[in-house]
């Protein structure tokens, strides 16, 4: 997948989880081991979200990519996430937003809520 496409991509979730009442707080946070797509708060929650976008099911749904292996490194990267903000952590959930085009080619977002447990 091209990096323009997963940017398209971050940028339909973003749009889709503002309209869907969540509040982005920051979107592509680095770390040496890694990055987290989006941070937004849900309500008194803190949300980790991974953003996969795909162009077709040929490998399986864009969930299925975000693997176990792929949730310790989110786990993790959370973690440290939370420990910048030095203050007693909120609550905190990992959804996974799936990105596909649609018939008509445009982009249609699935959220995940709680995709998975840290």
Known sequence: MSRRVGEAGEQAAA???TASGYRIIARNVRFRSG???LIAQDGGVLV??????????RYGTPGEAVTAAKQRRLARLASLYLARLGSEPPPCRFDVVEVEPGPDGRLRCRLIQNAFHA
């Open 48 to 57: 980790f979200v991974e953003v996969k976008t795909r162009r077709g099911r």
């Open 15 to 17: 749009e889709f989880l």
């Open 35 to 37: 990055e987290i797509d």
